[in-house]
C-alpha cells in the first residue's frame, strides 16, 4: 500500500489551532471534562451535573430547566456514553433518533393530557 505524503508545512509558520471556547462558558466546561484522563472527569462530571440540578430547581424558569436538560444531556451522551470517541456520523444518528423518538412519544401523549 502506497500512503500520500502528508503536506510539508510552511517553514516559519505554526499549524492552524482551533478556535477555543470562552473561559468560563459552558463548551469551555465540556470540553475541559472530555479532555480530562482517567476517572477524574467522571466524577467531575458528576459535580456539574449535581450544580446543574441544584441550579434548575433553585431557578424554575422554563427557560433555565430546558438549557439545564440540554446542558446535562450533552454531558451524560459525550462523558457517560463516551460518544465523544465516535464519528459525527453515528453521534448525529443517536441524537436525531433520541429527538425523534420524543416527539412521537410526546405526540402521542397530548391527547391523554387533553382528556383530563
Known sequence: MSETPATPAVPGTAP????????GSVAAVIQGLLQDPGYSKYW???GVLLVLTVVMVAMANPVVLMTGIAVKA????FVFMHLQYEKAGLVLCILIGTFATSVVLFGLLIPDGRAM
Open 16 to 23: 492552524a489551532a482551533a478556535p477555543s471556547p470562552a473561559a
Open 44 to 46: 467531575k462530571a458528576w
Open 74 to 77: 450533552a454531558i451524560i451522551l
